[in-house]
């Protein structure tokens, strides 16, 4: 067998191993098989990655790998640019996304989808707006709300709204203007408030009333400089307070625990030196926070200028975040995107040139526990 | 033993990737990522100039049209139309101009004059698939949506399927 591996590693025509073939021992026939399905996912941890699917845009995809093995578990097709988002039991993924009748042409039909997380199947569907945001994949842009009553879908017309869904009586109850605001903040302890960073540096909250519509909203002080100092859209949540990245590497709180979002501190994630290598923050999804530990992971690139908040990480700084000190830097693998396992033990990343997610092992020596290929375009990690 | 020959071909995949990345250009800090080869296939792989091939002899890729850093693309995030039968002020054949687009500012290096480029996408066909670029001097999340690359810029078409993206000079900034 070992001479055949070696002949089929240089290449040498099947033909010329059929005299090997016949040379080996006579041994019992192989067992009949039956053909059956995979019940549902083994993995305890899974990673689900979205992938956009740049090159044939129609037919995205969600995958799902195994948190623990780096072992590719299923796949859900997303349609043309969905969402996903995991359902807060981890029962259920809801995409938001869209079809043409005849693949790239035809009648359109926009819909959120729900398929079953563990048997990977398809339960229903809810029609949407076709105002739904085509929009690559990005943490925030489809939100479900803290008592799982809620979902709400981002929308651009290019106008910002979002989209209500009453999953209770599953269909879509309002549409609420957003103007000028982006991505849907839930805030844990009110069930029935999000906000949105808006153009003009505020947060914008609103307030849902029990048939979905806008019940009330408040607009917050300026709480960032979107031209000097854009913050990221992806916002990770301590409580009711919400930690921003920020392009040139600061980080940014904000409160959404009242009815108005306010200022909760803002620090430095670089020293001036490093400031002046240019080092920043960048990617898709660049900041991983595990509450439980209090630490706080940034991707970080240097070289950084205007334009360079999307590039890969060189290496991933982690903050304690009480004291607002970096306690370790760990190998960047070119992640666009990051997180952390539910114990915080590992680090999650994306690296954007070899589309493959990197788990490490994270502690004194950090080791990398493998590197898996997944997908075309990935940009994006939900763990559960 | 499909699985070896797997690994294998992987491995063979990873050496050709490893001979393909190049580092070259003004923006040498982020333009390293060159098209990733995986089994024969081209991959489209996160960023920046993903380009591959498409560039004209001798041309610095600052002035080619068809590469990721020709400098109207400094905010360019799809498949360059004029790699996909288009040029940078049509939609190739069969595609559909987006109503609706953003505008970026890109500097001219022939006459130190910052422009302002309009971003349209090519809409109404499956996307291109060829010479994808991912650039983003100046862009911001959707909160400011109108220097925003992340999404969909046929979205307010009849038909949305995103196909690629010109670089119109619309004005001096």
């Keep these: 067998m070992k001479a055949i591996l070696e002949a089929a590693r240089r290449g040498l025509p099947i033909l010329a191993l059929a005299g090997l073939i016949q040379s080996l021992p006579a041994a019992a026939d192989l067992p009949v098989e039956t053909l059956g399905s995979e019940p549902v996912v083994k993995a305890k941890t899974r990673i689900y990655i979205p992938d956009i699917a740049i090159m044939h845009i129609a037919d995205g995809k969600l995958h799902v790998v195994d948190g623990e093995t780096g072992a590719y578990q299923g796949v859900i097709g997303t349609g043309f640019t969905g969402q996903t988002k995991v359902s807060h039991d981890g029962k259920q993924i809801f995409i938001a996304t869209g079809y043409y009748s005849r693949g790239q042409r035809g009648e359109r039909t926009d819909i959120v989808e729900v398929w079953n997380a563990d048997t990977l199947s398809f339960e229903y569907e809810i029609p949407i707006s076709e105002k739904r945001a085509m929009a690559l994949n990005y943490k925030w842009l489809l939100t479900q709300s803290s008592d799982s009553r809620w979902l709400i879908v981002q929308n651009a017309t290019p106008a910002t709204s979002v989209q209500v869904?009453?999953?209770?009586?599953?269909?879509?109850?309002?549409?609420?203007?957003?103007?000028?605001?982006?991505?849907?903040?839930?805030?844990?302890?009110?069930?029935?408030?999000?906000?949105?960073?808006?153009?003009?540096?505020?947060?914008?909250?609103?307030?849902?009333?029990?048939?979905?519509?806008?019940?009330?909203?408040?607009?917050?002080?300026?709480?960032?400089?979107?031209?000097?100092?854009?913050?990221?859209?992806?916002?990770?949540?301590?409580?009711?307070?919400y930690h921003f990245v920020s392009f040139t590497g600061n980080v940014v709180s904000i409160d959404l625990s009242g009815e108005t979002a306010k200022a909760a501190g803002k620090w430095s994630l670089v020293s001036s030196a490093e400031r002046k290598k240019g080092w920043r923050p960048g990617g898709y999804q660049p900041l991983a926070l595990h509450v439980d530990s209090g630490?706080?992971?940034?991707?970080?690139?240097?070289?950084?200028?205007e334009g360079s908040h999307k590039n890969p990480a060189k290496e991933v700084w982690v903050y304690d975040?009480?004291?607002?000190?970096?306690v370790a830097k760990v190998h960047g693998h070119g992640a666009t995107a990051i997180a952390t396992s539910a114990?915080?033990?590992?680090?999650?990343?994306?690296?954007?040139?070899?589309?493959?997610?990197?788990?490490?092992?994270?502690?004194?020596?950090?080791?990398v526990r493998g590197t898996f290929q997944v997908g075309e375009f990935p940009s994006q990690l939900e763990v559960r | 033993m499909l699985q070896i020959i797997e690994t294998?071909?992987?491995?063979m995949a990873e050496r050709r990737v490893r001979s393909?990345?190049?580092?070259?250009?003004?923006?040498?800090?982020?333009?390293?990522?060159?098209?990733?080869?995986?089994?024969?296939?081209?991959?489209?792989?996160?960023?920046?100039?993903?380009?591959?091939?498409?560039?004209?002899?001798?041309?610095?890729?600052?002035?080619?049209?068809?590469?990721?850093?020709?400098?109207?693309?400094?905010?360019?995030?799809?498949?360059?139309?004029?790699?996909?039968?288009?040029?940078?002020?049509?939609?190739?054949p069969g595609a559909e101009a987006s109503k609706v687009t953003w505008v970026g500012t890109c500097k001219n290096p022939k006459d130190g004059k910052d422009y302002l480029v309009s971003y349209n996408d090519c809409c109404g066909k499956v996307a291109c698939g060829r010479c994808l670029c991912n650039f983003n001097e100046r862009e911001r999340p959707a909160y400011r949506m109108g220097v925003h690359n992340d999404i969909n810029w046929c979205m307010a078409d009849k038909q949305t399927m995103y196909h690629c993206t010109v670089s119109v000079i619309v004005g001096v900034a």
């Design chain 1, 165 to 241: 869904i009453d999953l209770a009586q599953k269909k879509t109850v309002s549409e609420i203007t957003m103007p000028g605001c982006w991505a849907i903040y839930p805030v844990p302890s009110q069930p029935n408030r999000f906000g949105a960073l808006c153009g003009d540096g505020t947060m914008q909250m609103v307030t849902l009333a029990e048939d979905g519509s806008a019940a009330s909203r408040t607009i917050s002080e300026p709480l960032f400089d979107p031209d000097a100092d854009a913050l990221f859209i992806q916002g990770e949540p301590t409580g009711d307070t």
């Design chain 1, 295 to 305: 630490r706080m992971y940034v991707a970080m690139h240097p070289g950084g200028a």
């Design chain 1, 321 to 326: 975040v009480a004291t607002k000190k970096r």
């Design chain 1, 343 to 367: 114990d915080g033990k590992l680090l999650y990343a994306i690296d954007a040139e070899k589309a493959a997610l990197v788990i490490t092992q994270l502690g004194k020596k950090p080791k």
């Design chain 2, 8 to 11: 294998w071909i992987d491995k």
């Design chain 2, 20 to 92: 393909a990345a190049q580092s070259s250009s003004r923006r040498s800090a982020v333009a390293k990522i060159g098209t990733m080869m995986v089994g024969g296939a081209v991959l489209p792989m996160l960023p920046f100039d993903r380009s591959g091939g498409e560039a004209h002899a001798g041309m610095p890729a600052i002035d080619d049209p068809m590469k990721c850093e020709y400098w109207r693309n400094c905010a360019l995030d799809g498949f360059l139309c004029t790699c996909c039968g288009g040029s940078v002020t049509s939609c190739p």
